[in-house]
């Protein structure tokens, strides 16, 4: 396998990760500076940790799903080039996607 595909791959999560704990740093710098209200900083400390759990949900359920997927296709007998493989993955991350929405939902 030719690995040299994944340097720009690497490079651009790379400098996305960047750009967001740069703008996380200045928003966070800013309200200090502004001297915001505790209760605001507080808010908005616990609205960003919620949406990280929820990421984190959202992904983990998507990843499963298609490891399951994988798994599937390999007890299939399929073959990478099979568009029933294509079709299993994307439904796979579909319903990844509909069952994070639905856990969601309950939780509101």
């Known amino acids: ?5 994944l340097i720009p791959i690497v490079l ?6 960047a750009i967001k704990i ?7 710098r800013r309200l200090s ?4 209200s505790e209760d605001l900083i507080k808010a908005m400390l616990l609205a ?11 992904w983990g359920l998507v990843l499963t ?10 007890g299939l007998n399929l073959t990478p080039n099979d568009p029933a493989s294509w079709g299993i993955l ?3 991350a579909g319903f990844g996607m509909i ?3 639905l856990i969601e939902s309950r939780k509101a």
């Open 99 to 101: 069952g994070f929405h």
């Open 65 to 74: 799903l298609i490891g399951a997927a994988f798994g599937l296709i390999d």
């Open 1 to 5: 396998m030719d690995f040299s595909i």
């Open 12 to 17: 651009f999560i790379c400098v996305v990760a």
């Open 48 to 58: 960003d940790a919620q949406i990280r759990r929820m990421s984190a949900l959202k």
């Open 22 to 28: 740069i703008a996380e740093t200045g928003l966070r």
């Open 33 to 36: 500076e502004t001297h915001a």
């Open 90 to 92: 994307f439904a796979s």
